[in-house]
């Protein structure tokens, strides 16, 4: 009788050890299964966060080509003014000899005016798409943190279903999905805005 007793004990340790076998395989395959989405998921914000920082630096880069154009706009501006103001110091000093000024000296001026006014329009334009492409610019380099924050959350997921792998401790693999499902509703919030 007392080997029977010890074949059952062996029995029900074999099985137990089976069933906890079959308990980390199942664990396993669900934490690589998990991981692998996760580390997907990450590659495609990550993958978002450097096509909107590379549209954000073309749009400052526009910006700044537009600044400069403005720049040369008002430098133009500021030599139709001079070249009117010498048009009308030279009027003046016709005036001041007591004689009459030609009359092209006035139209001069006029002209020089006219034209300045077409040239401030062309400036002040060119500030507003430089305003715009610079706002349009911030909010891609906001919304580029936002992904790579996704990323980092993914990434520390991903990290801490390493650890469960290892361990094979369920509560850091839930741990992990709970992360990775933070960063998914990140990533689905930036992309739904």
Do not use: C
């Not at 308990?23 to 996760?38: C, Q, R, S």
């Not at 001079?82 to 007591?98: C, D, H, M, P, Y």
């Not at 001069?108 to 401030?120: G, M, P, S, T, W």
């Amino acid at each position: 009788m007392p080997e029977e007793m010890e074949v059952q004990t062996e029995t029900v340790h074999e099985t137990v050890n089976e069933s906890i076998e079959r308990k980390g395989d199942w664990l396993l395959k669900a934490i690589a299964l998990t991981t692998a989405l996760l580390a997907v998921l990450a590659t495609i914000a990550a993958l978002r966060a450097a096509a909107t920082v590379n549209e954000a630096l073309m749009l400052k880069a526009e910006a700044t080509r537009l600044q400069a154009e403005a720049s040369d706009q008002w430098a133009y501006y500021q030599a139709k003014g001079i070249k009117a103001a010498v048009q009308e110091a030279s009027r003046t000093a016709w005036l001041a000899i007591g004689k009459e000024p030609p009359a092209d000296f006035k139209e001069a001026v006029k002209r020089y005016e006219d034209e300045q006014r077409q040239i401030e329009k062309i400036a002040r334009q060119k500030e507003h798409d430089r305003d715009t492409k610079a706002a349009g610019a911030d909010q891609l380099f906001d919304q580029h943190h936002r992904y790579a924050i996704s990323v980092a959350i993914f990434q520390v997921a991903i990290a801490l279903g390493a650890v469960a792998a290892l361990t094979r401790m369920q509560p850091l693999w839930i741990g992990s999905l709970v992360l990775g499902i933070s960063g998914t509703a990140l990533l689905l919030a930036i992309w739904l805005r």
